[in-house]
């Protein structure tokens, strides 16, 4: 199949040759949260299609955006991640999801497809620097069947899929609904645990700090 482009010298056009391809934005999406098999990734969007899922990886792959490389835990097995040039595109997401998230909820979303790391990869990149300063810690959560894990450093607060790579200073366990409830502030972390609905490993102030940092702002207290 011919791709389509624009044929235009403007940087834009150019980019949206690469990215503008239905669903090349979510797979880039998938891979802000770590490497992914190709096999993860038809998962994530079985809407694709074996061949869609192909086609854009492989123009992903000649545009510089992706590469493959074996996974630390399976030199046999390679996984898709994002290149530095890929990762510049990190910030971009971030705000395209933002801008995204004063739109209306269309009669056509499934509400099934909200996923709790992806609640987590938004808030996370979004958490001011003021928020995010203190120690340097990975907070670790199972939501459900999802498991991943956030980790603050002097790079910013990032979230990854998976659980964390060393033991973390909190490990929280909890459904979707308690999960969303906690990152808007309906609920705060000492009462969804006295009540049952969120099972912790850490201590008070590590879980009040995980939940500072992944938190709904405005616009207005995000910058």
């Known amino acids: 199949?011919?791709?389509?482009?624009?044929?235009?010298?403007?940087?834009?056009?150019?980019?949206?040759?690469?990215?503008?391809?239905?669903?090349?934005?979510l797979i880039v999406r998938e891979l802000l949260l770590g490497p992914r098999r190709f096999k993860e990734l038809l998962t994530l969007l079985p809407?694709?299609?074996t061949n869609r899922l192909a086609e854009r990886l492989q123009l992903l792959e000649r545009s510089g955006v992706v590469h493959r490389r074996a996974?630390?835990?399976?030199?046999d097995v390679r996984a898709y991640e994002l290149t530095a040039y890929g990762e510049r595109l990190r910030p971009l997401l971030i705000q395209l999801a933002a801008w995204g998230s004063e739109l209306p909820l269309d009669d056509g979303i499934d509400p099934g497809t909200v996923r709790a790391?992806?609640?987590?990869?938004?808030?996370?990149?979004?958490?001011?620097?003021d928020a995010a300063h203190g120690p340097h810690e990975t907070y670790q959560f199972q939501?459900?069947?999802?498991?991943?894990?956030?980790?603050?450093?002097d790079a910013g607060v990032h979230a990854r899929s998976?659980?964390?790579?060393?033991?973390?200073?909190?490990?929280?366990?909890?459904?979707?609904?308690?999960?969303?409830?906690?990152?808007?502030?309906?609920?705060?972390?000492?009462?969804?645990?006295?009540?049952?609905?969120?099972i912790t490993t850490g201590n008070t102030g590590v879980l009040t700090r995980a939940f500072e940092i992944l938190r709904h702002r405005t616009p207005a207290t995000t910058a």
């Not at 011919?2 to 934005?25: F, H, N």
């Not at 790391?117 to 958490?127: F, V």
């Not at 939501?143 to 450093?153: A, C, K, L, P, Q």
């Open 71 to 75: 996974l630390p835990s399976a030199s």
């Open 143 to 153: 939501v459900g069947d999802e498991v991943f894990h956030v980790s603050t450093d």
């Open 117 to 129: 790391e992806l609640i987590a990869l938004h808030l996370a990149e979004q958490c001011p620097p």
């Open 1 to 25: 199949m011919s791709k389509r482009m624009y044929g235009q010298v403007c940087p834009i056009a150019r980019s949206l040759d690469v990215l503008g391809e239905r669903w090349t934005l």
């Open 47 to 49: 809407a694709m299609g």
């Open 162 to 198: 998976g659980p964390a790579p060393a033991p973390a200073a909190l490990v929280a366990i909890c459904d979707l609904a308690t999960f969303d409830a906690l990152t808007r502030g309906t609920v705060t972390p000492a009462e969804a645990v006295s009540s049952g609905a969120l």
